[in-house]
């Protein structure tokens, strides 16, 4: 049987990715002592890399493809198919913004102000590729970690990931530049994505995937509403395209379906309550596919 050889993300993202997974419909098993995943699908195999070192793996075909942030796969600069974008992460969907940052008691306004100091990073060659567009010769470290904490006696500035910002905040750094902003993709291998099947796979793979990442911030209503009221129940209504409206055994009354922003459904169902509706279901989503 042929199978799909994919990674995924070890650390951070890792419990995110499965839950990801689970609402594209695949449930995988983790042991926390193995690299190597279960997934319910003979078609799929899993190995669990970190994302720093993925996209190496992918472009030189050690796995056909996995899902790693485009900001490892611009440090790598690797040749690879980017399939799609999938917004989510261990927080939230917000991007992860890959700044440069300094002591709040530092005297640095801009990158400029760090010509010949020290700036420790995991993201060394953007870090790199970004002094040397602004003209400014400073000394790059490789941080193995706790790179928050090393201003201002370890290093003059950092260049680190952030979603929220309280981690620097939390130590004393302020922000003078954003460099990247980075969110997870599905890449392939070149090669593999010129197999038949592989591709086929692949792209099934997005449909899904896709389509749970575009349920992720909506929830589906239901609820029934006489036929009296139905005209202005409809017109509180947002959907994707129409809500779908269907009658009821009872004589006068109809079922109406639609999917919403989970945003804004809290001030929705008192307004649709008021309006006449009645048997208001509010439900989850797996997968939204348009």
């Not at 796969?73 to 040749?79: C, F, S």
């Not at 530049?177 to 090669?191: E, F, G, R, Y």
């Amino acid at each position: 049987m042929p199978t799909l050889k994919i990674a995924l993300p070890k650390g951070s993202l890792q419990d995110a990715t499965c839950h990801l997974f689970k609402r594209a419909g695949f449930n995988i098993n983790i042991n926390s002592r193995s690299y190597f995943p279960s997934v319910d699908d003979k078609e799929l195999e899993i190995v669990l890399f970190r994302p720093q070192e993925m996209p190496r793996y992918i472009e030189e075909g050690v796995v056909d493809c996995g899902l790693t942030g485009h900001d490892w796969i611009v440090e790598n600069n690797v040749d690879v198919i980017e399939l799609c974008e999938l917004k989510y992460s261990k927080v939230s969907s917000n991007p992860v913004r890959w700044v440069l940052a300094v002591h709040n008691d530092s005297p640095f306004k801009s990158v400029k102000d760090l010509k010949g100091k020290k700036i420790a990073t995991e993201l060394v060659g953007v870090t790199k590729r970004y002094l040397k567009k602004h003209k400014v010769n400073a000394e790059v470290e490789f941080s193995w970690g706790a790179t928050e904490v090393k201003p201002p006696k370890l290093a003059d500035a950092i260049v680190e990931a952030t979603e929220t910002g309280s981690s620097l905040r939390a130590n004393n750094l302020r922000v003078i530049d954003t460099l990247l902003t980075s969110v997870p993709k599905l890449i392939a291998n070149k090669k593999s994505y010129k197999n038949a099947w592989k591709q086929k796979k692949l792209d099934n793979l997005v449909l899904l995937l896709e389509g749970a990442i575009r349920a992720q911030e909506k929830v589906g209503l239901k609820m029934n509403v006489a036929e009296k009221d139905l005209k202005k129940v409809l017109s509180i209504l947002p959907a994707l395209k129409t809500p779908t409206v269907s009658g009821l055994s009872a004589t006068g009354w109809f079922d109406i379906d639609t999917v919403v922003d989970e945003a804004i459904v809290r001030e929705m169902i008192p307004a649709l309550k008021k309006a006449g509706a009645s048997g208001i279901v509010e439900y989850p989503l797996n997968k939204v596919i348009p």
